[in-house]
């Protein structure tokens, strides 16, 4: 028996809209424009997209500091974008870093680069978190 990717049919649809921008725009543009048409497909599609959504990072209840989503669809899962011609060791670390501080499971990496390329990662989350003693 298989089972259910998390947001399986979310990311599905997602990773279609990403290889139908590439395919249509090609290798070669800045990252915001990319942003910015794979919104206009996704809201084509029937989802919720919001771009560059800053978004808090707390400790012990405190703000520590912000970090930029690039895209969130239907508020499920987060969409990192690169267009650079090599993709930085340190990118899969930045978007589990947006997992971990937002608390959604699923983001995907997608690569506009002279090859497109995707990565998704799946953050579980537990259910209470302790905070050490004071």
Do not use: C
């Amino acid at each position: 028996m298989a089972t259910a990717l998390i947001q399986g049919e979310l990311t599905e649809s997602v990773i279609g809209a990403f290889y139908q921008v590439y395919n249509t725009l090609g290798y070669g543009l800045l990252e915001p424009l990319y942003s910015a048409a794979l919104a206009i497909e996704l809201r084509a599609r029937g989802h919720q997209v919001d771009r560059e959504i800053r978004s808090p990072v707390e400790y012990r209840g405190q703000r520590i500091g912000w970090q930029r989503l690039d895209l969130v669809v239907n508020h499920r899962l987060i969409v990192e974008l690169k267009a650079t011609e090599v993709l930085a060791p340190h990118a899969r670390r930045q978007l589990l870093s947006y997992l971990t501080a937002t608390g959604i499971e699923v983001g995907l990496l997608l690569h506009f680069g002279p090859k497109a390329r995707l990565f998704r990662v799946v953050h579980s989350h537990p259910s209470q978190v302790s905070a050490p003693p004071p």
